[in-house]
């Protein structure tokens, strides 16, 4: 069993088996980070290029780690201090790159598209690290690897996704992966931050938050962009926390079990409060699992199998 395609641009199209695949692969290698040496030499002689047109911190250090702990060189190029500044050209920059001989490049922009169309021009494997709105596929492996790991597993939890759905790349990329892994999905955000027509993604659509965690399994929290508030989709950040903000009294009507989660960075006291980021949330986890996740998707996609990992 093996990814189909040479690149990783999003998690809609994929299969179960698929994600099964990434995930107990993934499982073999967070042993890797548990060990005093964090290295194995799966990708020894390979070269991957860190691309990232956005800041990052969890994401873009764990793509370098994870290609580190596989032997790869990894080289990460910051676009503030490249030639995009004099005007380069997405695709120009990617050739030049793969000019030298890379064999993965790992894009974050904020154009939704942008690593598939680079996908299109190149050999070298392209991940996508998350595109404008459209999908962050790693961060929702590492999410489903880590409901997987809490709760034993994904087919019937049941997962509130709260925020602002309609400009999440997180929150459309989890509702692919974790509708197709037979979990349900509610989600819940003021009607300005729910896309029209989004049940036919076969989720459930909430306005009401403390309807929205009722019994639930997962609380997936995402981050308020406070942007939005300029753009007039939301009336005010305290208004928004009061109706949208998940403190510990909110998070008692889920079930006793529940975990909390945030793909981060998070706003203390808007979505989340400092209580139940701290003292429940699986938050550091999600980060820990994100870079098993990133070394069995670079693996997979430079031609290993399960049984080699
Ligand atoms: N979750 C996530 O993508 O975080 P970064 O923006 O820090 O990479």
Do not use: W
């Amino acid at each position: 069993m093996s990814l189909r395609s040479k690149d990783l641009l999003g998690i809609q199209g994929m299969t179960a088996d698929e994600i099964n695949l990434i995930l107990d692969t993934a499982l073999t290698f967070k042993d890797v980070s548990e060990r005093d040496i964090k290295k194995v030499p799966a990708l020894r002689g390979k070269t991957v290029i860190n691309l990232f047109y956005e800041a990052s911190t969890r994401t873009r250090t764990s793509f370098e780690l994870a290609g580190k702990r596989l032997s790869a060189d990894v080289i990460n190029i910051s676009t503030s201090t490249s030639s995009v500044v004099k005007g380069e050209t997405l695709l120009d920059t990617a050739q030049n790159i793969e000019a030298m001989k890379c064999h993965m490049i790992i894009v974050r922009h904020s154009c939704s598209g942008a690593p598939e169309y680079l996908s299109k021009r190149l050999k070298s494997s392209v991940i996508n690290a998350g595109d404008g709105f459209h999908e962050h596929p790693t961060q929702a492996l590492l999410d489903m690897f880590t409901i997987r790991e809490k709760l034993g597993s994904l087919k019937g939890c049941t997962i509130a996704i709260v925020g602002d759905i309609a400009h999440s790349r997180v929150a459309r990329s989890n509702i692919h992966g974790l509708t197709t892994m037979g979990a349900r999905v509610r989600v819940c955000g003021p009607p300005t931050m729910i896309p029209q027509g989004i049940e036919h993604l076969g989720v459930e659509v909430h306005y009401d938050m403390d309807k929205a965690v009722e019994g639930v399994d997962v609380v997936m929290m995402l981050r308020l962009q406070l942007e939005r508030q300029t753009a007039g989709l939301l009336p005010g950040v305290r208004e928004y926390a009061r109706f949208y903000g998940l403190d510990q009294t909110r998070l008692n009507r889920a079930a006793k079990h529940a975990i909390v989660m945030h793909p981060g960075p998070m706003n203390r006291g808007v979505e989340i409060s400092s209580e139940v980021a701290d003292n429940t949330s699986v938050i550091l986890d999600q980060v820990t699992n994100g870079v098993a996740i990133r070394m069995a998707v670079m693996f997979l996609l430079s031609g290993g199998s399960k049984a080699e990992a």
